[in-house]
C-alpha cells in the first residue's frame, strides 16, 4: 500500500502561483510513476501532468504546459506540482496519484494509477 497526502492548494488570483506537494508513504516511493489529475464540478477527473520513477521524464497536458511543473524528491518521497500564471479554468481539486505499471510510457490515464491522495482544492479568481 501506498498512502498519498496532497498540500499546497488554495485561493489565488488570476495570474498568481501555488505549489502543490504529495508526501508518499509506504513502499519505496522511486518503484511508482507519479501523476497530478484534476477535476471541476461536474466533469470527469483530467491528466494534468506526471514523471517517470527516477525523474528523468515528464508529461504534460496541453492546457498547462509551460505554465506547470511537476517534479520529485524521492529522498523525501515527495511529488511538487509547480503552478504559474493560473487561470479561472484550472479551479478544481488536485489529486496525486501513484502507478506501479511497469510501461514504455508515462502513464496519462486515471486507470493506470493504483493509488490516489484525497485531493486538494485550487481556486483561482479572476
Known amino acids: 500500500q501506498v498512502q498519498l497526502v496532497e498540500s499546497g492548494g488554495g485561493l489565488v488570483q488570476a495570474g498568481g502561483s501555488l505549489r502543490l506537494s504529495c508526501a508518499a508513504s509506504?513502499?519505496?516511493?522511486?518503484?511508482?510513476?507519479m501523476g497530478w489529475f484534476r477535476q471541476a464540478p461536474g466533469t470527469e477527473r483530467a491528466f494534468v501532468a506526471a514523471?517517470?520513477?527516477?525523474?528523468?521524464?515528464?508529461l504534460y497536458a496541453d492546457s498547462v504546459k509551460g505554465r506547470f511543473t511537476i517534479s520529485r524528491d524521492n529522498a523525501k518521497s515527495t511529488v511538487y506540482l509547480q503552478m504559474n500564471n493560473l487561470k479561472p479554468e484550472d479551479t478544481a481539486v488536485y489529486y496525486c496519484?501513484?502507478?506501479?505499471?511497469?510501461?514504455?510510457?508515462?502513464?496519462?490515464?486515471?486507470?493506470?494509477?493504483?493509488?490516489w491522495g484525497q485531493g486538494t482544492q485550487v481556486t483561482v479568481s479572476s
Open positions: 496519484a501513484a502507478s506501479g505499471r511497469w510501461t514504455s510510457t508515462i502513464p496519462d490515464e486515471p486507470v493506470e494509477y493504483d493509488y
Open positions: 509506504g513502499r519505496r516511493f522511486s518503484n511508482y510513476a
Open positions: 514523471i517517470s520513477r527516477i525523474g528523468g521524464s515528464t
